[in-house]
C-alpha cells in the first residue's frame, strides 16, 4: 500500500522536530511548520500530516484546510525536475501559460496528472519567480531559464535534464 511505504519513508529529521517544538505554540505556527516540513520532504503526505496534527496538537482537518488553501503546498511528491512556471503579470502576459501547455505535452502529461510516468517530471505554475525582466520564465530546481518566446526550447530544456539522467545511470 502506497501509504504504507509514505509512513516508513518519512523520516522527521531532528532539526525539523526541533523546528515544530519551537513554532507549535507560536500564533500562525501552522504555516511555518508546513513550509518547513514541505521544504524537508518537497511535499507534505497524508502520513506527515497526521504526525504534525499528533506532534503540534493542532487537528488534522485544520492542517489539510491550510494545505489545501494555499497553492503553494503541495500534497504528491513532486517530479526530481521539478518545472515551476512562473505566471506572475509579466510571464503571464508574455507567454507562461504556453510554456506551461508546451511542457505538459512535451512530457505527456494527462490533464489530471501532476508527474510523468517515470517520477522525474512535474510542472507547476507558481506566482512570481521575481525575474520580470526575463519573462516568460521558468525553473528547474536551482536553474533559471528566461525569455523562452522560441519554439523548441522548451524541448531543449526538458531534454537537458533528460540527458543528465541519462549519464548519471
Known sequence: M???????DYVFTQELLDFIEEWKSKPGSIIMILHKTQETFGYVSR??????????????????GVITFYHFFKTVKP????????????CYLKGGQDLIDEARRI??????AEITEDGLFSVDPVRCIGCC??????????????KLFEKGMMAD????YRDAEAAAQ
Do not use: F, N
Open 133 to 146: 525582466g526575463l519573462a516568460p520564465v521558468l525553473t528547474v530546481g536551482k536553474d533559471t531559464h528566461g
Open 79 to 90: 517530479g526530481k525536475y521539478k518545472i515551476a512556471v512562473c505566471m506572475g503579470t509579466a
Open 107 to 112: 512530457l505527456k502529461l494527462a490533464p489530471d
Open 2 to 8: 502506497a501509504d504504507q511505504k509514505a509512513v516508513s
Open 47 to 64: 502520513p506527515a500530516a497526521e504526525r504534525l496534527a499528533v506532534l503540534t496538537g493542532i487537528p488534522l482537518a485544520r492542517i489539510y
Open 157 to 160: 530544456i526538458i531534454a537537458k
